[in-house]
Each structure stands twice: as C-alpha cells, then as structure tokens.
T-cell receptor, first 118, second 118 residues
Framework: NAGVMQNPRHLVRRRGQEARLRCSPM?????VYWYRQLPEEGLKFMVY????????ESGMPKERFSAEFPKEGPSILRIQQVVRGDSAAYFC????????????????FGPGTRLLVL | AQTVTQSQPEMSVQEAETVTLSCTYDTSESDYYLFWYKQPPSRQMILVIRQEAYKQQNATENRFSVNFQKAAKSFSLKISDSQLGDAAMYFC???????????????FGKGTKLSVIP
C-alpha cells in the first residue's frame, strides 16, 4: 500500500510565478490536509479537504493561495504570484475515517514539497 | 487556542541508552489526541506514537513509550535502546477531539533535535 505521494519534491519559482503542488493520498483515504513548515519551525495547518469539498481553510492565507481535491485526481495546492516569504516545505497528509469513531483519525504525511522562491 | 511547547531544542543520547523528550500543551478540552512524529534528515514526517486522552494507559510502540500526565498536561516520549537511526527532529502534536471547524488540524510544537552518539 503506497504512502502519501507528493510531487514535485523540489520546486523553484521566481517571484510572481505560480506554484502548483500535488498530493495523492494513501489508497482508501478521502481526507487531505495541507501544512506548511518554515525553517526551524513546526508544521502549521493550512487547509483540510474532503473529496470536492473544502472543510476548513482557516490556516490558509486569504490571498494567492487556493486548494482543491477533485473527485478524480490528486489534491492541488496552488500559490499564485509567489513571493520570497512563500519559500517553505509544504506537507500533505491524509487520513481515513475510522468506523465507529469519526474523530479518531491519524494523519499520515507525504515527503513534502520544498518550494524555493528566487 | 491550543498550544504545544517543546522546551528542549536539542538533545543527545549515547547509542543503546535511554532518552526522554518533553512536551507540554495547553487546552481547555477534555477529549483530544496527542502524537509524536519523527522527521529524519530526509524531512519525511513519520508517525511514532499516538495517545488518546481518555485512555489512562500510556501508549507503547516497541522501543518508544510515552508518559502521559493529563492533569499536568504533559506528554513526554521515551526512547529506549537508542539507535543511530533514531537521530531526527521529533515533533509533539495535539488534535482536538471535538467536532467542527478547527478540530481536525494538528497543532505542532517547534520540535526537538535528537542526536545519537555512537
């Protein structure tokens, strides 16, 4: 059973360009979470999605950032008009809803995408 | 809002010895989950162990165990018989047991860098 997959692993963009980060959850997982890790920091929650729905985007900047998880295909985190402050590691996690205990979900992480904005 | 504090930025341990990493958290909730994740140099986030707050028994996974003190809001990780492969950043994380917006996200501490000395 393949784990959470993210691509690309490394992404270099110039200021003003767009960055698209992809995440394929573990097989059978329908919940996806995106986190950002700045240097020397822990991970910070950005957004939580289920298939075709954004459940919680309270951690995502209001401008330039968007996320989707279509019915088919990977989840996409999109950053428009990137700035140097967007340079970070972006992690995707996925989970399955446990039968009988919808709150007891463990999140499994992908390897992350390192975004560098020049 | 919940906060997670890891007061030890760096720790070291001799190979085959035991080390304990500290974590405290602040919450007004009674139902929640606690996790330890490991991030080796590859930067992959790996789940080490999880604890449900309603369980009095401390979780154990092979050489890894926790000391969960709910009243003190403390959740330390003990690594026994340390191995070179245990060298990594270790992050403590909190997840609410409530339903609704904001409850699904993991709140991370800033991490403890563990070095294992041969």
């Amino acid at each position: 059973n393949a784990g959470v997959m993210q691509n690309p692993r490394h992404l270099v963009r110039r200021r003003g360009q767009e960055a698209r980060l992809r995440c394929s959850p573990m097989k059978g997982h329908s919940h996806v979470y995106w986190y950002r890790q700045l240097p020397e920091e822990g991970l910070k929650f950005m957004v939580y999605l289920q298939k075709e729905n954004i459940i919680d985007e309270s951690g995502m900047p209001k401008e330039r950032f968007s996320a989707e998880f279509p019915k088919e295909g990977p989840s996409i985190l999109r950053i428009q008009q990137v700035v140097r402050g967007d340079s970070a590691a972006y992690f995707c996690a996925s989970s399955i809803q446990l039968a009988g205990d919808p709150k007891a979900e463990t999140q499994y992480f992908g390897p992350g995408t390192r975004l560098l904005v020049l | 809002a919940q906060t997670v504090t890891q007061s030890q930025p760096e720790m070291s341990v001799q190979e085959a010895e035991t080390v304990t990493l500290s974590c405290t958290y602040d919450t007004s909730e009674s139902d929640y989950y606690l996790f330890w994740y490991k991030q080796p140099p590859s930067r992959q986030m790996i789940l080490v162990i999880r604890q449900e707050a309603y369980k009095q028994q401390n979780a154990t996974e092979n050489r890894f165990s926790v000391n969960f003190q709910k009243a003190a809001k403390s959740f330390s990780l003990k690594i026994s018989d340390s191995q070179l492969g245990d060298a990594a950043m270790y992050f403590c994380a909190y997840r609410s047991g409530l339903s609704g917006a904001g409850s699904y996200q993991l709140t991370f501490g800033k991490g403890t860098k563990l070095s294992v000395i041969p």
